[in-house]
């Protein structure tokens, strides 16, 4: 597949765009090991992301994101999910870049909301207004996000329309270089 050029394919974005679930269904057709950040970290911290941030807090979170991304970018032929707010240090966004092709899924924010279902299991999302937090939270990342190689808007795409533009993109990518 054409896709062999390229080191690693990296998804980020905000949460509730499809990370996961692309990364793990691209990684599949290209036979590729698929990570996500956020399950490593708890897999490490023995605890889910919610109990982190509600015992250690957020900048705890973040040094452990920052840890898990600076020894994932030493890997090879790998499809990557992020969490939503990796991207929000300069020095995780930059690694990334380095590691392979950044790929930012997005998705307007009534859709988050509304696959998010409960926001319980959201730390950043907590409070009687998820959906303004969320529109709040794309406009400060909005920044970051726009770093990547390329963005797919997954609001009214399938997954299967989703795997499908992202291959499209790394063939395109694969034939350029």
Same mark, same amino acid.
Request: charged residues 20%; aromatic residues 0%; proline residues 0%.
């Given at each position: 597949m054409a896709a062999g050029l390229i080191r690693n394919i990296i998804f980020t974005g905000f949460m509730g765009t499809g990370k996961? *679930?692309?990364?793990k269904r691209l990684a599949r057709q290209l036979k590729r090991r698929f990570i996500d950040t956020d399950?490593?970290?708890?897999?490490?911290a023995g605890i889910s992301i919610a109990q982190i941030f509600a015992t250690e807090g957020e900048p705890a979170f973040r040094k452990r994101e920052r840890q898990a991304i600076t020894s994932i970018c030493q890997e090879e032929d790998i499809v990557l999910a992020t969490g939503g707010?990796? *991207?929000?240090?300069a020095r995780n966004a930059r690694m990334l870049k380095e590691s392979g092709l950044v790929i930012c899924l997005t998705a307007r924010p009534e859709v988050i909301l509304q696959r998010l279902h409960s926001t319980t299991s959201r730390p950043l999302l907590q409070g009687p207004k998820p959906l303004e937090n969320i529109q709040n939270m794309m406009a400060d990342r909005a920044d970051a996000y726009a770093q990547a190689d390329l963005s797919i808007d997954t609001s009214c795409l399938s997954l299967d329309a989703v795997v499908e533009a992202a291959l499209a993109a790394l063939s395109e990518r694969s034939h350029a270089a």
């Open positions: 996961s *679930v692309v990364g399950t490593l970290i708890e897999q490490e707010g990796v *991207v929000m240090d």
